[in-house]
């Protein structure tokens, strides 16, 4: 079996895999595989017959590899035939394992072939997209009011402006990233994440239309000061990948998520926000939004 790495251009080849998965877990979102590929992980791929199997190989570790569920279009993989594929590849072990996949089979079974390995750090958060296009009720009372000051002090004064996001607009938007990264110091020693989702993100401005993301930017005055990013994960939900906006400017973060909302997951019951990373400050964030569900991340490592 031949592994290719993944490129944007295999977005168009790749996609009729995506477009009924199952799960609700982002990852198996194919705009997140393909801009992420290249951080910390590089990302390939194979087809056999009418199954896609994808890989990761670590950038830094060689021995730290594993496969995620595979995709077919005709079956869903069970703890055997997951445990068959895996020895015939020479991996060890599953990541990104979707808890409501778990469910669907003999816990029993599973651990007959596998051990299951909880990954809280990826954990996703999952919303109605209707509440928060609404906000409604007491518990959204502080987005409220946050969205209303920045538009009395903002909108009202016709100093903001809303547009999708197109390629002719991928300059300024990369110069609201580079600035957003000096008040992160996402280029600092120690902060690889940041610096690899920096990369991520530059790659879905530059593919944005091949990979058939959709995104909008918020100005104030004329300048980007922030923007979103959103992917399609399955028939009723929908990814935000990327929200980033200047954080001293009180209610953008707000209302940036508010027209999010509004303007990318229309259609999409459901919006996932993606994991936390066990970072404090971002786990308290996803949970002031009031995540109508949260979907588990596994690992499967052979006995």
């Not at 998520?257 to 786990?283: H, T």
Request: charged residues 25%.
């Amino acid at each position: 079996m031949i592994f290719n790495p993944v490129e944007p251009s295999d977005y168009p080849k790749l996609k009729h895999f995506f477009e009924r998965q199952p799960y609700n877990l982002s990852i198996y979102s194919l705009l997140s595989i393909i801009v992420w590929s290249n951080c910390l992980f590089r990302t390939y791929y194979a087809l056999d017959g009418d199954t896609l199997i994808i890989s990761n190989e670590s950038l830094c570790n060689p021995d730290d590899r594993y496969l995620i569920l595979p995709l077919s279009g005709s079956e869903l993989f069970t703890p055997e035939r997951l445990h068959d594929l895996a020895i015939d590849l020479g991996y060890r072990h599953y990541w990104f394992v979707p808890g409501d996949y778990l469910e669907t089979m003999s816990h029993r079974k599973m651990e007959c072939w596998f051990e299951i390995i909880e990954q809280p750090e990826f954990e996703d958060y999952v919303y109605l997209t209707d509440d928060l296009v609404q906000l409604k009720g007491n518990r959204f009372a502080k987005k409220r009011n946050l969205i209303h000051q920045f538009i009395r002090d903002y909108v009202e004064k016709g100093r903001v402006e809303v547009s999708v996001m197109t390629p002719d607009r991928t300059g300024e938007c990369m110069e609201f990233l580079e600035k957003w990264c000096e008040q992160r110091h996402c280029d600092a020693e120690g902060n690889e994440n940041l610096a690899c989702e920096k990369r991520a993100v530059i790659r879905a401005f530059h593919h944005l239309n091949i990979m058939e993301g959709k995104g909008i930017l918020v100005r104030i005055d004329g300048e980007v000061s922030a923007f979103a990013i959103r992917s399609h994960l399955n028939e009723r939900m929908g990814v935000l990948n990327f929200e980033k906006a200047f954080s001293d400017i009180r209610g953008l973060y707000q209302f940036l998520d508010n027209e999010s909302a509004k303007q990318l997951f229309s259609g999409y019951q459901w919006i996932n926000k993606e994991s936390d990373m066990k970072v404090s400050e971002l786990a308290q964030s996803k949970k002031s939004y009031h995540p109508a569900m949260r979907v588990k991340s596994y690992r499967l490592s052979l006995h």
